[in-house]
Each structure stands twice: as C-alpha cells, then as structure tokens.
C-alpha cells in the first residue's frame, strides 16, 4: 500500500489517451504538467492537497487476487465503503459493468466502473488498474471536493463540450467535503488503511 502526495497540479492521462486531448498553451499559461499512467481510463485532475491518493498492489499468488478483470475490483471497493461508512457517508460500490457517459472516454471520473464507490448516484472513489505478470496495482482517488473546472480547463475542449462536460460531472462526482464538509481526507485515510490490515 503506497499513500501519495503531489507536488504540483497536473493532468494525469490514461494509458490509451493521445496527448492531443490536453491543450498545450492552457496548461502551460495555467502551470499545469502532463503525465500518463500505465492504467486504462480517461483523464484525471491532481493537485497538492486537493485528493487522497492510495495505490494498492496485490500479487497473483494473494488470496485477493481475481483473474476476473472487473470483479477484481469488488473486494477493494468494499473496503472503500466500509470506510466511508465509519465516517457517517451512505457509501455503495458499483457491483456492475461500466457505466458510460456522453464524456467517460476523456474523463476518467465522468464514468463509474465495477468496484467504484458512489453515493446517491454519484462517484466519490475512482480507481484503474494495471495488471503484469506478477500482480496487479489499483489506484484509488477521492476529492476533498470535485471541481471540474481545473481539469477542463486543460483540455483542447470546444465551448459546447466544456459547458455540456461540466454539467455533467457537477451532477455525477462528488468529493468527501460535498457529502459533508465536516470530513476530511485525513480521516477517511486512516479508516481506510486500518480496515485493509
């Protein structure tokens, strides 16, 4: 288990995304890097201080393991739950297939995948994968309260696609703060990690 912190705002892109979807005179006027993962998904904002960010690697000979892709997935985000259920928030894991939107492709959080936590609908805790031969890492974000704004910001994106983009994931991702802003991510973090041991 790796608890990670960031130095500086970025633009985390998915393993299949083109660079092209970032526009490259917004993110340097508004100093914001691009990187990518080795996980699939869409697109995803960090910034220092603004998400609680977990990777969780499990080896193929563990008792957690699944060679079910999806279904893998499950077992952690009960964890996920549990955790927010400590913490008073009426947490649910996607028990389901992919769930996609008109914007899921570009952004990772505009979807909700097996495993995911939501509540009342919308996402809270997003995470990917990438499996190797030897195992599998999950990385896990939640907001302390989900912007949109920032990352849209950043991409090459018409004025139609921002407007209709924001809409939606104003009404889809929430933050720890939006269900209540008595939390913090401090908490949530230290029930998770004792519920994982």
């Not at 193929?60 to 913490?87: C, H, T």
């Not at 031969?133 to 999950?138: D, I, K, P, S, Y």
């Not at 269900?179 to 949530?188: A, K, N």
């Amino acid at each position: 288990v790796s608890v990670l912190s960031v130095d500086d705002r970025a633009v985390v892109l998915g393993s299949a995304q083109p660079l092209e979807i970032v526009d490259p005179e917004a993110a340097a006027r508004l100093g914001v890097e691009t990187v990518r993962r080795r996980g699939g998904g869409g697109a995803v904002w960090l910034a220092p201080g603004e998400q609680l960010w977990i990777d969780v690697v499990v080896p193929k000979d563990d008792e957690l393991w699944d060679d079910d892709v999806g279904r893998a997935f499950l077992w952690l985000g009960d964890v996920w739950a549990a955790a927010l259920r400590e913490l008073g928030v009426d947490a649910v894991v996607h028990r389901h297939g992919l769930v996609r939107s008109a914007h899921s492709s570009l952004i990772c959080f505009a979807g909700l995948g097996p495993g995911e936590v939501h509540v009342g609908g919308a996402k809270l805790v997003g995470m990917s994968q990438r499996r190797v031969r030897g195992g599998a890492r999950f990385q896990c974000v939640v907001y302390d309260h989900y912007a949109a704004g920032p990352l849209l910001d950043t991409l090459s994106l018409d004025t139609t696609t921002r407007r209709t983009a924001l809409a939606e994931l104003a009404a889809t991702c929430v933050g720890l703060r939006d269900v209540d802003p008595s939390l913090t991510l401090d908490r949530l973090e230290a029930s998770f990690l004792r519920l994982l041991a």
